[in-house]
């Protein structure tokens, strides 16, 4: 096998606390992330050139080293010690700064397909390890589905999602928003007084379901709603739309809601087409066991 094609999916935060900042520079967090099946599509093929080189059908995602699906080919052919080229076709869906984590899956999804190009058989710690040199969130997209999220968020448990609703609009306003920028103005006095919920609870209890989701928050909101009153009021209309539950995801500024019927978020989805990027999804599970096996 020289060539292969997989999608890259993306992911939504269920609930999202932020408890400090660490002397590492990081924040502890306590997240759920939700897989789901939005995706990307990425065709990588080995070649006889020794470099690495990418290309993407959108204008605006870069191409050159700074690209993650670049850095976790030389990070990736660096722990396996090997030299032969590879050329990656990107083929973006997810829209990019929206909080979907496309980035990351990309370079997740980088990392299994070389693994199963160059059959060096590293285990799913084999790549988390790799993953999480590349950004905190990518580790989860080895594996996928449902996982608490802790530390700086590469620190994965997988769990059960038992809700029995899997209808999931995706709603994205197009306004670009700093992580970095989230982080710095957020405050960490103001999200801890006020936290209903300590995701830490739920941690062994190994599933999520209807009851957790309602009670869920994204500390995020606080100060990105300030800022941006728009998304404030499009998780409102999510809301009287009958969502069971509508948030941010990550910093955004993409917002979900889940609902309960395909008649509602068909709904919903009517609502908000005409004036932004809508996508209707539902949750997903899928990472490195369903490739290779």
């Known amino acids: 096998m020289t060539s292969i094609s997989l999608p890259s999916f993306a992911k939504i935060n269920l609930g999202l606390s932020i408890l400090n900042k660490r002397n590492d520079g990081f924040h502890e967090l306590e997240t759920i992330l939700q897989q789901i099946n939005i995706k990307d599509e990425l ?4 070649s006889d050139s020794g470099k690495v080189s990418l290309t993407c059908n959108k204008t605006g995602i870069p191409t050159d080293e700074s690209n993650l699906c670049c850095r976790a080919t030389r990070l990736f052919k660096k722990y396996a010690r090997i030299q032969v080229g590879v050329n990656i076709k990107l083929t973006k869906n997810i829209p990019w700064g929206a909080g979907l984590g496309g980035g990351s899956s990309n370079a997740a999804v980088t990392l299994l397909a070389l693994n199963k190009l160059y059959k060096t058989n590293f285990s799913v710690d084999n790549l988390k390890e790799m993953a999480a040199q590349l950004g905190s969130d990518i580790p989860f997209f080895i594996e996928g589905g449902t996982a608490f999220a802790y530390g700086r968020g590469e620190k994965l448990k997988t ?34 007084k006020e936290k209903s919920v300590i995701l830490s609870g739920f941690k062994d209890r190994g599933a999520v379901n209807l009851d957790i989701f309602e009670a869920l928050k994204n500390d995020f909101e606080d100060v990105v709603f300030l800022k941006y009153p728009l998304l404030g009021e499009i998780k409102t209309q999510l809301q009287e739309s009958n969502a069971v539950i509508a948030s941010l995801s990550g910093s955004g500024s993409a917002l979900f809601g889940v609902f ?18 809508t996508f209707t999804t539902g949750f997903e599970n899928w990472g490195y066991h369903q490739v290779n096996n």
């Open 159 to 192: 769990i059960n999602n038992n809700c029995k609703y899997n209808h999931v609009l995706i709603v994205f306003p197009n306004v670009q928003i700093s992580t970095k920028w989230a982080y710095t103005n957020l405050n960490l006095d103001l999200t801890n």
């Open 43 to 46: 065709q990588i093929s080995l």
């Open 260 to 277: 309960k019927t395909n008649s509602d978020v068909v709904k919903a989805h009517s609502l908000f087409e005409k004036k932004f990027k």
